[in-house]
């Protein structure tokens, strides 16, 4: 079973920048990588995604203000996130999968592979 593991989350002011990370426990390439997230009391959303072409597909929430990239090699995937808003504050979860690139593309939740547990991204005002 593959594992993906966040990691970066944490707490920062309005305007701020946080890194996250995601790490995969597969020693083969994951074509698709994103990031989703889930505020309390709202659906998981998508917020990036990115092939092994390094075609990126952003919401239109984050866009100008994240970006998503990844070491194809070591199947580690970044999300740099600047400008950060309260709007912004949830739990961002990693998601992968080797292939049927749909999901990723829409950024819809369904259809996903593989999930993280989630990291904690907290935005004050």
């Known amino acids: 079973q593959v594992q993906l593991v966040e990691s970066g989350g944490g707490s920062v002011q309005a305007g701020g920048s946080l890194i996250l990370s995601c790490t995969s426990s597969?020693?083969?390439?994951?074509?698709?990588m994103g990031w989703y997230r889930q505020a309390p009391g709202k659906e998981r959303e998508g917020v990036a995604c990115?092939?092994?072409?390094?075609?990126?597909t952003y919401a239109d929430s984050v866009k100008g203000r994240f970006t998503i990239s990844r070491d194809s090699a070591k199947n580690i995937l970044h999300l740099r996130m600047n400008n950060l808003e309260p709007e912004d504050a949830a739990v961002y979860y990693c998601?992968?999968?080797?292939?049927?690139?749909?999901?990723?593309?829409?950024?819809?939740?369904?259809?996903?592979?593989?999930w993280g547990q989630g990291t904690q991204v907290t935005v004050s005002s």
């Open positions: 597969t020693p083969h390439e994951l074509n698709y």
């Open positions: 990115i092939g092994r072409d390094v075609s990126a």
């Open positions: 998601a992968a999968g080797f292939t049927a690139p749909g999901w990723c593309r829409a950024l819809s939740r369904q259809g996903v592979p593989l």
